[in-house]
C-alpha cells in the first residue's frame, strides 16, 4: 500500500488541518463484517461476506490521507476508523442515509455499504478514494513541498458529491476555534441525526436531512454553542439544499459563486467546502487567520505573509494551489507561536 513504509508523522494541528488522520495498516486477513460487536447479520440482509472491489484501475490511495479532510475531529459521529484497516463514513445521499466502509485489501481499495443510500455510496466510491483526481499534473516548486510529495505518494483529492454534509461543518467552524466546532458538530448530529445503517461502528450518525437542520430551535442551537449568525446561514442553505447540490456538477469557481449567494457564506466557507465536494484541485482558501501566514513562513520564511502575499508565493501551482497547500499543511511546518491561541467560547453558560 502507498506510504506503507513511509516514516511515520506525528498528528499535530497542522497536519491534521492537511488531512493526516492515522489509519491502522491493513491486515491479511479479508474484513469480516460480522466483527464488530454491534453488528447484527440477520437485522441486515444486505451485508455481504467481504468488500467489493472499488473499480479504480491503478489507483493507489492512501486512506488516512485522502479520507482524512472529511474527518471533523477525533469524534466525529460520521466518521470512524476501526482498528482493521477500515474508514467508515455515515452519509446521507440523494437516494437517503447510508454507510460506506472503505478499505484496502491485497493491495487495492474495497468498500460495501448499508442503507437507502448504499448503492449511491458505491458508485460514488471511486470519486470518494480521488478516481477524478490527477496528481501527475502536479509539479513541486519548492524543496519542502518535494519532500512532503515523496513522504506522502498515495494523496489523493477526494470528491464526495454532497455540499451540505460539507458546507454545514464549515459554517460552524466560522470565528471559533476549531474543538468548539467539533463540538458543536457532535452535538447537532447525535442530537438531531439518526444512527447509521449497518453494522456501522457504535455511536455512529448520519447528518440531519436539510428539512430537520431547518426546524431547530433556537434553544437547541444554543445548547450546540452556535451563535445566531451561524445558525441563519445554516438554515437558509437548507433551505435552498436542492439548489446548492447542483453545484457539485459545476466547475468549481461556478459552485463557489453558487455557494456565496447565500447570506453568510463567503469566499473561506465556499472554498472548505467545494475543495471536498468537488475535488477542487485549485481552490485557495482565503480570508484564513492562520493559513496565510503557514504558507508563507513555509515558503519564504514570511510569518506576516498575508492572503495576497499566499497568493503570490503559490503561483507557480496555478491549477494545483489547494494540492500545494495540502502538502504545506502535511509537513508540519509552521512558525514559532508568539501569542496565546485563541481561547474557545462557551454561549451555553450566557
Same mark, same amino acid.
Given at each position: ?8 508523522? @506525528? ?9 493526516h488522520t492515522p489509519v491502522p495498516p491493513p491486515p491479511n486477513t479479508?474484513? !469480516? ?6 453488528? !447484527?447479520?440477520?437485522?441486515? @440482509? ?7 472491489? /472499488? ?25 470512524? /476508523? ?15 442515509? &447510508?454507510?460506506?466502509?472503505?478499505? +484496502? ?14 448503492? %449511491? ?10 478516481? #477524478?483526481? !490527477? ?32 458546507? +454545514? ?10 474543538? $468548539? ?11 438531531? &441525526? #439518526? ?10 450518525? /448520519? ?12 434553544? #437547541? ?24 447540490? #447542483? ?14 449567494? =447565500?447570506? &453568510?457564506?463567503?469566499? %473561506?466557507?465556499?472554498?472548505?467546502? =467545494?475543495?471536498?465536494?468537488n475535488g477542487a484541485p485549485d481552490e485557495v482558501t482565503t480570508g ?5 501566514? +503557514? ?10 505573509? !498575508?492572503? $495576497?502575499?499566499? *497568493? ?12 500545494? /497547500?495540502?502538502?504545506?499543511? *502535511? ?18 453558560? +450566557?
Amino acid at each position: 500500500m502507498a506510504g506503507r513504509f513511509r516514516p511515520p508523522t @506525528p498528528t499535530t494541528r497542522t497536519t491534521f488541518r492537511g488531512g493526516h488522520t492515522p489509519v491502522p495498516p491493513p491486515p491479511n486477513t479479508p474484513l !469480516d463484517p460480522g466483527s464488530d460487536p454491534g453488528s !447484527d447479520q440477520g437485522s441486515n @440482509p444486505g451485508l455481504s461476506p467481504a468488500p467489493a472491489p /472499488v473499480p479504480t484501475p491503478g489507483l493507489d490511495p492512501d486512506l488516512g490521507l485522502t479520507l482524512g479532510p472529511l474527518r471533523r475531529g477525533p469524534a466525529d459521529p460520521t466518521f470512524r /476508523v476501526t482498528p482493521d484497516g477500515s474508514v467508515w463514513r455515515a452519509s446521507r445521499t440523494p437516494e437517503g442515509p &447510508g454507510t460506506i466502509r472503505l478499505a +484496502i485489501r491485497e493491495g487495492a481499495p474495497a468498500a460495501d455499504a448499508w442503507g437507502p443510500g448504499a448503492t %449511491w455510496l458505491l458508485d460514488n466510491a471511486p470519486a470518494l478514494l480521488g478516481a #477524478e483526481d !490527477d496528481p501527475a499534473a502536479f509539479v513541486p516548486r519548492h524543496k519542502l513541498v518535494l519532500a512532503s510529495l515523496r513522504r506522502r505518494p498515495g494523496l489523493r483529492l477526494t470528491r464526495t458529491g454532497l455540499v451540505l454534509e460539507s458546507l +454545514i461543518p464549515t459554517i460552524l467552524e466560522q470565528k471559533v476555534t476549531a474543538t $468548539e466546532a467539533y463540538a458543536s458538530w457532535r452535538h447537532l448530529v447525535r442530537t438531531f &441525526g #439518526e444512527p447509521a445503517p449497518g453494522p456501522a461502528p457504535e455511536g455512529m450518525y /448520519v447528518m440531519p436531512d436539510a428539512r430537520t437542520w431547518t426546524r431547530i430551535p433556537s434553544w #437547541e442551537w444554543h445548547r450546540a454553542n452556535v451563535d445566531g449568525k451561524r445558525s441563519a446561514t445554516i438554515v437558509r442553505a437548507a433551505r435552498v439544499a436542492a439548489r446548492l447540490e #447542483e453545484a457539485v456538477l459545476m466547475d468549481p469557481p461556478a459552485a463557489r459563486r453558487r455557494l456565496e449567494l =447565500i447570506p &453568510g457564506i463567503g469566499p %473561506w466557507t465556499s472554498a472548505e467546502t =467545494i475543495q471536498r465536494s468537488n475535488g477542487a484541485p485549485d481552490e485557495v482558501t482565503t480570508g484564513d487567520l492562520h493559513l496565510p501566514g +503557514i504558507v508563507g513562513w513555509a515558503l519564504a520564511g514570511d510569518r506576516a505573509a !498575508d492572503d $495576497e502575499a499566499m *497568493l503570490d508565493l503559490l503561483a507557480p501551482y496555478a491549477g494545483q494551489r489547494h494540492r500545494a /497547500v495540502r502538502l504545506i499543511l *502535511l509537513s508540519g511546518r509552521v512558525p514559532p507561536r508568539r501569542a496565546p491561541r485563541m481561547a474557545p467560547g462557551d454561549i451555553t453558560r +450566557i
